[in-house]
């Protein structure tokens, strides 16, 4: 989480108490303009200029990555804490939540279902695990309201990852802990290092409200508040801050790219990549809604909902064929069976029920963060 919030000086000041980032050390002479390497990173490799990699200092300031020196950086490791040793409970540990609170959702190959609480992740940003044998990294951006569940496994070579404390394009670039190369996280790209270029694999996850999730997902997991760290949970320091992002007053440097006007800055899409083709569909202009496409020569269909916003992509396939939908009454039918089905593409009644579509991998995030890692991506339009 990031002090340099300008909603209010008041406000930078609780959220800086909240990270509990400490002090930091002074940035020492020479920086790393004219080195190959700094704290172990190799400079020598990078796919984004080195100045536009800011650190966050948490005193109000940053120093970029091309001058940041060697004691600075090491002091700036995980001031934000990921969390390493996830602890969780049944449905009943997430009470404290509001209906309306957003959860990352991860349903696992044996039907398992966890909800990473936003509110948790506001203040830890990483969560490396290991779920029903996959080992997965929770990812949450409050900058880019971004969250995007990766496999932490990369050329048959496990992966942990730790916070930096920097930003690109206004996002979050996390570290893994075997090579220290710095990653992108909207991208899931290796942007400095000597992984640079090197992506993970997205998984399929579903970012919705706590109340849908659970109403979905009963016998869920819940991430627990011990997470270990003096944290407090119970508040929002990120709430109005979207219309912060419309007014274009982001907290770090963003590109030209990033201000793509199809949609306004902090509009939440579902960014999704199938065959090569990257679409953003925006959560709060389609609201309740079942959007039937083709994206990468498959049909696919999202359904959405004005709660949250939130929305989901799934394959269009159940049955005997292709499914087409729409949406009435809080749920969203087939006009193939007339079967009824919810958020999470189970089918809840009608002739295909306890069928379920194909959760699609995608990102939901802010527009400006999604479209700068994705330049080539169109936008939904009905």
């Given at each position: 989480?990031?002090?340099?919030?300008?909603?209010?000086?008041?406000?930078?000041?609780?959220?800086?108490?909240?990270?509990?980032?400490?002090?930091?050390?002074?940035?020492?002479?020479?920086?790393?303009?004219?080195?190959?390497?700094?704290?172990?990173?190799?400079?020598?490799?990078?796919?984004?200029?080195?100045?536009?990699?800011?650190?966050?200092?948490?005193?109000?300031?940053?120093?970029?990555?091309?001058?940041?020196?060697?004691?600075?950086?090491?002091?700036?490791?995980?001031?934000?804490?990921?969390?390493?040793?996830?602890?969780?409970?049944?449905?009943?540990?997430?009470?404290?939540?509001?209906?309306?609170?957003?959860?990352?959702?991860?349903?696992?190959?044996?039907?398992?279902?966890?909800?990473?609480?936003?509110k948790i992740l506001n203040l830890h940003?990483?969560?490396?695990?290991?779920?029903?044998?996959?080992?997965?990294?929770?990812?949450?951006?409050?900058?880019?309201?971004?969250?995007?569940?990766?496999?932490?496994?990369?050329?048959?070579?496990?992966?942990?990852?730790?916070?930096?404390?920097?930003?690109?394009?206004?996002?979050?670039?996390?570290?893994?802990?075997?090579?220290?190369?710095?990653?992108?996280?909207?991208?899931?790209?290796?942007?400095?290092?000597?992984?640079?270029?090197?992506?993970?694999?997205?998984?399929?996850?579903?970012?919705?409200?706590?109340?849908?999730?659970?109403?979905?997902?009963?016998?869920?997991?819940?991430?627990?508040?011990?997470?270990?760290?003096?944290?407090?949970?119970?508040?929002?320091?990120?709430?109005?801050?979207?219309?912060?992002?419309?007014?274009?007053?982001?907290?770090?440097?963003?590109?030209?790219?990033?201000?793509?006007?199809?949609?306004?800055?902090?509009?939440?899409?579902?960014?999704?990549?199938?065959?090569?083709?990257?679409?953003?569909?925006?959560?709060?202009?389609?609201?309740?809604?079942?959007?039937?496409?083709?994206?990468?020569?498959?049909?696919?269909?999202?359904?959405?909902?004005?709660?949250?916003?939130?929305?989901?992509?799934?394959?269009?396939?159940?049955?005997?064929?292709?499914?087409?939908?729409?949406?009435?009454?809080?749920k969203y039918r087939d006009a193939q069976?007339?079967?009824?089905?919810?958020?999470?593409?189970?089918?809840?009644?009608?002739?295909?029920?306890?069928?379920?579509?194909?959760?699609?991998?995608?990102?939901?995030?802010?527009?400006?963060?999604?479209?700068?890692?994705?330049?080539?991506?169109?936008?939904?339009?009905?």
């Open positions: 989480m990031r002090v340099k919030i300008l909603i209010a000086a008041a406000a930078g000041a609780l959220i800086a108490a909240a990270c509990g980032g400490g002090d930091v050390a002074p940035n020492d002479p020479g920086g790393a303009a004219d080195r190959e390497t700094v704290a172990g990173i190799d400079l020598t490799r990078h796919s984004v200029p080195l100045a536009d990699v800011h650190f966050d200092t948490f005193d109000g300031g940053s120093v970029p990555l091309s001058e940041i020196g060697e004691e600075l950086l090491l002091s700036l490791v995980d001031a934000i804490p990921p969390i390493d040793e996830p602890r969780y409970e049944d449905a009943s540990g997430g009470d404290w939540l509001e209906d309306n609170d957003l959860v990352i959702g991860y349903t696992g190959a044996s039907g398992s279902a966890w909800a990473f609480p936003v940003e990483i969560v490396n695990d290991e779920l029903d044998g996959v080992p997965v990294l929770i990812s949450y951006c409050p900058l880019c309201r971004s969250a995007i569940v990766y496999d932490r496994r990369l050329d048959g070579r496990e992966l942990t990852f730790g916070n930096s404390s920097a930003l690109y394009e206004s996002d979050l670039v996390m570290f893994d802990r075997e090579t220290r190369s710095y990653w992108w996280q909207v991208a899931g790209e290796a942007i400095v290092g000597t992984l640079t270029g090197a992506r993970l694999t997205t998984l399929p996850s579903t970012t919705a409200t706590w109340a849908q999730w659970l109403e979905e997902h009963p016998e869920t997991l819940v991430l627990s508040r011990e997470t270990g760290f003096a944290r407090s949970y119970d508040r929002d320091p990120f709430a109005g801050y979207r219309d912060q992002v419309n007014d274009e007053r982001f907290p770090f440097p963003v590109s030209a790219a990033a201000l793509d006007g199809r949609l306004a800055p902090g509009d939440e899409v579902l960014g999704l990549t199938v065959g090569g083709e990257s679409r953003a569909y925006s959560a709060r202009a389609l609201g309740d809604a079942a959007v039937n496409d083709t994206l990468g020569g498959e049909e696919i269909v999202v359904f959405s909902t004005e709660d949250g916003p939130t929305a989901a992509a799934y394959l269009a396939n159940a049955g005997d064929g292709t499914l087409s939908f729409s949406y009435s009454d809080g069976t007339g079967s009824l089905w919810n958020l999470s593409g189970e089918a809840v009644s009608g002739p295909l029920q306890g069928a379920t579509l194909e959760l699609l991998p995608g990102r939901y995030t802010f527009w400006f963060a999604y479209i700068a890692a994705f330049p080539d991506a169109d936008v939904y339009a009905p």
